[in-house]
């Protein structure tokens, strides 16, 4: 298994100002996203964290507000660019193992992002 | 801690008796499921897996169950108890894909 920590675990932050969540795994992995989950919402995938090259971002995600990058096989940074009260969700970085097939997918805690 | 899901469906069961947990995924090419619990202020965490060649796996105290044909899955808890209070999440993958999609979770609140 994987233990990811993730800072901050949370943040009040203003309309208009950028925030960066990095993301620390203990161990090298294949795959690493960002999912948001907003209040009272299920998960949802940001984009996949690519190691020495651009993220790939999912429907709805673009690389200049949600800016990753993945310098090497354990760490990970998520920006939230010029945030507004809608961007205030939780943020998930989350790790796995394999590329294809079955295996487990890892979490973080989150970080709570309040956007006033 | 803050409270995740606040309007989610909500299961209730009474202390000691079995929870069932439903999940309907929607990609007929998935065949790999996970069932997390995310419990307030935490991120998800893994309980159960299964694959498509299966209909049944059990671990401790849970068994999830897997229905093909009409693209279902379900999760069930014995004994439940006040730890198991938690929103639990579905989440699907295709053998060559990469990324789970998830269910919209369904929070279980333990009655003492």
């Known amino acids: 298994s994987a233990v990811i920590s993730q800072k901050p675990s949370r943040d009040i932050c203003q309309r208009g100002t950028s925030l960066t969540i990095q993301c620390q795994v203990d161990s090298q992995v294949t795959m690493m996203f960002w999912y948001r989950q907003q209040p009272g919402q299920s998960l949802t995938l940001i984009a996949t964290a690519n190691q020495g090259s651009e993220a790939t971002y999912e429907s709805g995600f673009v690389i200049d507000k949600f800016p990753i990058s993945r310098p090497n096989l354990t760490f990970s940074t998520l920006t939230v660019s010029n945030m507004s009260p809608e961007d205030s969700s939780i943020y998930l970085c989350?790790?796995?193992?394999?590329?294809?097939?079955?295996?487990?997918?890892?979490f973080g805690e989150g970080s709570r992002l309040t956007v006033l | 801690g803050e409270s995740v899901g606040l309007h989610l469906p909500t299961l209730s069961v009474q202390e000691g008796d079995n929870s069932i947990i439903n999940c309907a995924y929607s990609?007929?090419?998935?065949?790999?499921f996970i069932w997390y619990k995310q419990e307030s202020g935490k991120g998800p965490q893994f309980i159960i897996d299964i694959r498509s060649n299966m209909d049944k796996r059990q671990g401790q105290r849970v068994t999830v169950l897997l229905n093909k044909t009409v693209k279902h899955l379900s999760l069930q808890i014995a004994a439940t108890q006040p730890g198991d209070s938690a929103v639990y999440f579905c989440?699907?993958?295709?053998?060559?894909?990469?990324?789970?999609?998830f269910g919209p979770g369904t929070r279980l609140s333990v009655l003492p």
């Open positions: 990609n007929s090419a998935s065949d790999y």
């Open positions: 989440a699907e993958k295709e053998n060559y894909g990469q990324n789970f999609v």
């Open positions: 989350s790790a796995r193992g394999l590329a294809e097939g079955t295996g487990e997918l890892f």
